[in-house]
């Protein structure tokens, strides 16, 4: 051997050590810079926590953090007002103009992690990260003994790429438990996802309590159960009973709210109109187009859905009538009550997928189309979209729906979510409008992602490499316009919790890290490993997934 093959061979054999005790980092998403050091920080029982006086919102991070590693480890974390303590968690005095609104500081080393931050969002987001720092067994619901809570020494710095990083819960097609709505927006909060989407109305059901309008959910909330036949579409039968739904109370709603606002996440209510409103016109007939009174709650899917044997469906759904006075009447009590129980700024009102036959075909609605001078259903759809948005502003919010919104012309101010593919978004960027990218199939996650005889029966595929490479910024767009980004779970297939999971999971870990991670940061080849360490997180957590990156190697 060479002189200096055997000093590299010496060099090799003095870092092994550290190696060895090195533990692997597998942040999701990854932070902008890491800089990992020799040792680490011990969690133990009588590991403390300091915030400073007066801080509310740091006492409440303190207790998420000591109430998370309370089951695992057993330990009650004191929380103190004074230094010196274990984990210090600071408000900077003076803003860190590199952290902006949601970034932090971590630094962990033996005895020691300190949290900084420009707010209580970047120290929740700190606290994040150290969690992910800690060993996978801090995520088990019931005691370890034989785990030492060892965190890697680290100095982070970090931020996100968007303020809108979201995952849209679709819970009208199959009803979600208030609990488990709760876990979806904790998980979404582990992995630093901050706009909870929630589809609250759909053909299948209407899932959230108005006051005013009870029939909404005493009838609207319940169809007629089509249990293991995902997608079926076959009409009621007659004097068949509208068993399967359920709905969100008031109060639940407000729970939910508060439980997403302690996690830093806003919640965007979507109430789908003036298509996909099957549920309200079962409710009240008179807002149909035609009057109809035989209408009923959709029973399995709705307007567009993929079945099994790779058809493409089109339902020819009745709709609001958008000339009828009544119909604006009745989405003002709507809005009137959304808008006080969601403190986000935006409403989603849909605007998705209208069917306009019945339009066409209605004599009312021709003349009073020719008397507004407007000259096809789209400049109609835009009439009443318009009107939307009047309403929504009128209780103080702004108005989001998806590309729909921009034919026949968009509504002011109107914010736009790029659903059939980017070409909306490109365009509503270059009107100036804020933009939301969400473009099927990419970010569906009712796609299958891994082995397709094991995945549920939905026709495309949205592969995880496809999920993680895609570059959700096209050249074209005018950036400036782009709030984010957001994954929608639609569920007309998924009537289960473990398959919610499965579709959610690992995708939902690869948008998380494009919509945080500075794009030329992303790596595919890193990415992979730490998933598959999350994998591992995710069976302690108890928490459902897909492995799809196997498949997405190949
Ligand atoms: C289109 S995306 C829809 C949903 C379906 C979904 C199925 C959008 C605005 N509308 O109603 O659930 O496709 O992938």
Aim: aromatic content about 12%.
């Amino acid at each position: 051997r060479t002189k200096r093959q055997w000093i590299l061979c010496f060099a090799w054999f003095c870092t092994l050590p550290i190696c060895i005790h090195a533990q692997t980092i597998s942040i999701i998403p990854a932070p902008v810079s890491l800089k990992q050091e020799i040792g680490h920080f011990l969690l133990t029982n009588s590991t403390t926590i300091s915030i400073p006086a007066k801080q509310p919102e740091l006492a409440s991070i303190a207790k998420y953090f000591a109430d998370k590693v309370k089951p695992a480890t057993g330990y009650t974390l004191n929380t103190v007002e004074a230094k010196p303590a274990n984990i210090v968690l600071t408000l900077n005095t003076k803003p860190n103009s590199r952290l902006g609104q949601e970034g932090y500081t971590l630094h962990t080393e033996a005895g020691k992690v300190d949290i900084t931050a420009n707010t209580a969002t970047g120290i929740f987001y700190g606290v994040q990260t150290l969690l992910q720092l800690l060993p996978a067994e801090i995520l088990s619901a019931s005691l370890i003994q034989d785990v030492e809570w060892k965190a890697p020494s680290v100095t982070i710095l970090d931020y996100p790429r968007f303020t809108w990083r979201g995952q849209m819960f679709d819970v009208s097609r199959h009803f979600f438990s208030k609990e488990y709505v709760k876990k979806y927006i904790d998980r979404m909060a582990s992995y630093k996802l901050n706009r909870f989407h929630w589809h609250l109305t759909d053909d299948n059901g209407w899932r959230i309590e108005i006051k005013s309008l009870p029939r909404l959910t005493s009838v609207g909330a319940w169809r007629v159960p089509r249990v293991g036949t995902f997608g079926s579409n076959d009409a009621p039968k007659p004097g068949e009973p509208a068993t399967y739904g359920g709905y969100y109370k008031q109060a639940d709603i407000k729970e939910i709210v508060q439980y997403a606002k302690e996690r830093y996440i806003e919640v965007l209510p979507e109430i789908d109109v003036p298509g996909h409103s099957m549920a309200v016109l079962a409710s009240y007939p008179e807002l149909s187009v035609t009057n109809d009174t035989t209408l009923k709650v959709n029973p399995g899917s709705s307007f567009s859905t993929w079945f099994g044997n790779g058809k493409f469906e089109m339902h020819l759904d009745n709709t609001l009538d958008p000339t009828d006075e009544k119909v604006y009447q009745f989405l003002d009590k709507v809005f009137t009550e959304v808008a006080v129980l969601f403190p986000f700024e935006y409403i989603h009102m849909g605007g998705d997928e209208c069917y306009k036959g019945f339009w066409e075909r209605d004599k009312n609605v021709q003349a009073f189309m020719k008397k507004n001078n407007l000259k096809n259903g789209e400049e109609l759809q835009s009439y009443f979209v318009k009107r939307v948005g009047k309403i929504i502003q009128s209780k103080k919010k702004k108005m989001m729906g998806w590309d729909e919104i921009l034919e026949g012309g968009i509504a002011p101010g109107a914010a736009v979510m790029s659903w059939r593919g980017t070409k909306g978004g490109i365009e509503a960027s270059h009107l100036k409008h804020p933009v939301v990218m969400s473009p099927a199939p990419v970010y569906y996650l009712d796609m299958y992602q891994g082995e397709r005889s094991i995945e549920p029966p939905v026709y495309n595929s949205a592969r995880l490499k496809e999920v993680y490479t895609f570059d959700l910024v096209p050249a074209e767009m005018d950036s400036a316009y782009v709030l984010g980004a957001q994954g929608n779970l639609w569920t007309e297939q998924i009537p289960t919790e473990p398959q919610v999971e499965y579709m959610t999971y690992p995708r939902a870990l690869a948008m998380a890290e494009s919509f945080w991670t500075p794009e030329k940061q992303k790596d595919w080849n890193s990415f992979v490993p730490r998933v598959e360490y999350h994998f591992k997180r995710m069976d302690i957590a108890q928490i459902n997934y897909a492995q799809s990156i196997y498949d997405a190697i190949v």
